[in-house]
């Protein structure tokens, strides 16, 4: 059964009776419209009530006869405008936002315009003793999927085992180029010189070593949608090993080859998996291809 309470005010749920013993996440699959990450966002954001009482939990289990109230609402983006930066979740311990091209993760230099600012004026204004820590970058000209601590323990917890806190990220990006086989692997070390570009090697070159692996997911004569998903996260590292492939990724001004249908570093972050460094719960963040991507292999 499904009753919806009328026009969508803040605050405005629409209530559902259970029928059959269901774990939420399934039974809110089943019975409400909406995208798979949609609706996992609403549970995540604390948009789920059952009898009356707020819901986050995947596996809770729903028994016949219980009532559940999914809210109507963007919850956490009362009040919040930014061309830069969406805010995707939050809760009380972090933020995950999506990132547009043209603005830095953090303060850097002169530069103002920036993610963590943009955030911290966000809590300002909405009354949130806190700030934004940062856990992890994406280059300014890289759009996609960021996550940010609001607390300086969380941070901790975040930074010190990122690499088994986040169990996925992928990217996709528009590579230079026809890439003829379907997918791949990229593995060496990653080390800067002294003008901050980083340049790989086969052999161990007292950097750090790095692992990409990729699939195409579509192409043209001209141009290849690549997915990568990390092993590593290092800096620069789809960049510099799209380049070593001899596809750069299009629009690289630093490790590219000139091609940039765009105007823009064709690169997005469009996957973030990750347990959730309180809770514990997993907690799965996409976002679509940019449609500027998906156009050029119409």
């Known amino acids: 059964m499904r009753m919806n309470t009328g026009k969508n005010t803040p605050g405005d749920y629409t209530h559902y009776t259970v029928k059959e013993r269901t774990p939420l996440l399934e039974w809110l699959l089943a019975n409400v419209s909406g995208s798979r990450s949609k609706i996992k966002s609403t549970l995540q954001g604390r948009g789920i009530k059952v009898d009356g009482k ?32 969406k805010i995707v979740y939050e809760d009380r311990w972090l933020i995950v936002v999506e990132k547009a091209v043209g603005i830095l993760s953090m303060a850097a230099g002169h530069s103002t315009l920036n993610v963590k600012a943009v955030l911290d004026d966000y809590f300002k204004k909405s009354r949130q003793k806190c700030t934004a820590h940062v856990v992890h970058r994406l280059d300014r000209d890289t759009s996609g999927l960021m996550v940010y601590a609001k607390d300086m323990e969380t941070e901790q917890v975040l930074e010190h085992n990122w690499h088994d806190i986040v169990y996925d990220r992928r990217y996709v990006a528009v590579c230079s180029g026809e890439i003829v086989e379907d997918e791949g692997t990229v593995a060496n070390w990653l080390k800067d010189n002294k003008a901050y570009v980083t340049y790989s090697s086969p052999t161990d070159n007292g950097g750090k070593y790095a692992v990409t692996h990729w699939h195409v997911l579509d192409r043209t004569t001209e141009l290849s949608l690549v997915e990568f998903k990390l092993e590593t996260g290092r800096k620069n590292q789809i960049r510099v090993h799209s380049a070593d492939m001899g596809h750069p990724v299009c629009g690289d001004v630093k490790y590219g080859d000139g ?15 990750f347990t959730h460094p309180v809770t514990g719960q997993p907690m799965e963040f996409e976002t679509p291809v940019p449609v500027a991507f998906r156009k050029l292999f119409k």
């Open 259 to 273: 091609t940039d249908p765009l105007h823009r570093l064709c690169l997005h972050a469009w996957l973030l998996c």
């Open 54 to 85: 707020t819901i986050s939990q995947y596996d809770f289990m729903l028994e016949p006869g219980m009532k559940v109230a999914v809210s109507n609402t963007k919850r956490n983006q009362q009040g919040f405008k930014s061309r830069y930066v």
